[in-house]
């Protein structure tokens, strides 16, 4: 990142694709004061977390009240009013870790699954930025300060899975009208729209 460099710190950089990619093999040499796991879909093991001299750090781009996967769409579902985006310390958890900072910003209610996730990316974009910031400028003595000021921040539910998405987008075809609307404001996009599944067949919402 472009940024963190500017800021002086040396940078390796591996990106992820899609959820099914895995990490490269010879990232097991690597050491440093800090890995920063911002949009990634690689889960780091504990050998790698454990050669971060100082810290491991997450950007997760949900409130400590939807950790896992498929955030975005169990807050529409829920008909949550309050979103938000988490900087946490990684351990070998899901989402379970120290939390350094959560910032919270309402949903609205003509949000969807594409608008709250924009709001959602650019908000995380703010946290990332202020805090490798904080770091560059006071270190360790920043990331304290932090972890301490959030210290009555804990996260809570369940940490969700992607096939629990994938199930919730198969609409019964005996569903109410209200729980319709629920599952298509929670899950709709043009990629990936709801389905029924009726005899054989499959049916795809098109709005």
Request: proline share 5%; hydrophobic share 40%; charged share 25%.
């Amino acid at each position: 990142m472009e940024h963190l460099k500017h800021l002086g710190f040396e940078v390796q950089t591996v990106l992820s694709k899609n959820r099914n990619e895995k990490l490269p093999e010879d990232i097991g040499w690597w050491s440093g004061d800090y890995i920063i796991c911002f949009r990634s879909y690689f889960i780091i093991p504990n050998s790698l977390l454990a050669r971060a001299k100082i810290a491991a750090i997450n950007f997760h781009p949900a409130p400590t009240e939807f950790p896992g996967s498929g955030c975005i769409n169990w807050a529409l579902y829920d008909n949550a009013d309050i979103y938000g985006v988490t900087a946490h310390i990684m351990n070998e958890k899901i989402d379970n870790g120290t939390i350094i900072e959560c910032r919270r910003f309402p949903i609205l209610k003509q949000d969807n699954v594409n608008t709250l996730l924009a709001r959602a990316h650019s908000k995380t974009y703010e946290l990332i930025i202020d805090i490798t910031t904080g770091l560059a400028l006071n270190g360790e003595a920043y990331l304290n300060e932090k972890i301490t000021n959030s210290k009555n921040e804990k996260w809570t539910g369940l940490a969700r899975k992607m096939f629990e998405i994938d199930n919730l987008q198969i609409v019964s075809p005996n569903c109410s009208k209200t729980e319709l609307e629920r599952v298509i404001r929670a899950t709709y996009t043009p990629d990936f729209p709801p389905e029924i599944h009726l005899h054989g067949y499959k049916f795809v919402l098109k709005l």
